[in-house]
């Protein structure tokens, strides 16, 4: 199975990052999403569930990182 993290933008989704997680360093996944956080200024949400990601987990397959102007 590949994750996915994406990024809303008002381009459309992108495509961040993809990864195996039961093999990714799900510390270095985090990180990853803390700075694209940052960088797009918004929150990261799962996208099975709906809700606010506060640490991806391997189950956490389809993450979007949602700028604050898109409502997240």
């Known amino acids: 199975m590949i994750a996915i993290i994406r990024a809303f ?10 990864y195996d997680p039961e093999l ?3 510390q270095e996944v985090n990180r ?3 700075q694209m ?3 797009y200024q918004g929150r990261a ?4 569930t709906g809700e606010i990601l506060n640490e991806a ?3 956490n397959a ?3 990182i949602v ?4 409502g997240g």
């Open 9 to 18: 933008t008002g381009a459309g989704d992108t495509i961040l990052k993809e």
């Open 57 to 59: 987990t391997p189950q």
């Open 62 to 64: 389809d993450i979007a």
């Open 24 to 26: 990714a360093d799900m």
């Open 45 to 48: 949400f799962d996208l099975n």
């Open 37 to 39: 956080e940052v960088q």
């Open 32 to 34: 990853f999403i803390d």
């Open 67 to 70: 700028p604050q102007w898109c």
